[in-house]
């Protein structure tokens, strides 16, 4: 059980550094290029944009379905183009809402029965969100093996003193057996 766990958590740690890595490229990348991507299931529009440095996020539907309109499914669409101000843009599509505050924004409209909401967020930002998580898994995951490489070694698990002709208590660091110590979360025993 604890070995499917360890196994899940080292994946969820991969993921979320890979996940870093790709929003860290696409963010540097989008202040030349424009990354679009959509989703249209003939009444809701989805649209999410990536541009220098901003990420903007609109859902446009109509007030009213269309029931006339048949539902065959979600139409997905990407593309990349040159970079652009989505911040000016989204104040054009939004003349109402408040100015953007250091990158953020938020509008909402209604217009010949088809409303309208624009989010906008600094990528910077989801990258500080992402990175967070992704910090903590790694290092907890590089004391998990380091842990059990030292006592695989027959070393203290705290400072990794070799505890082959001294077993008991570390000389080094005076901690206990290694046997005793907790040292991750994962390591809690039944
Ligand atoms: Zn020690």
Known sequence: MRRALAILFDAAAALSLALCVAA???WVSSYSHRYTVGADDGNTEFTGVLSRGELGVRIQRAVTPDTSRERGGVELSSFRGPAGDLLREAMIACPG????VIGFFFGRQLRAGVSRTIVALPMSFLVVLLVGPTLVM???RVRRRRRARRLA???CVGCGYDLRATPGTCPEC???SATVAVNSPLDVRP
Request: net charge positive.
């Open 24 to 26: 860290v490229g696409f």
């Open 97 to 100: 809402a408040h100015p953007p």
């Open 138 to 140: 790694v290092r907890s």
């Open 153 to 155: 070694g027959g070393r």
């Open 174 to 176: 005076g901690r206990e």
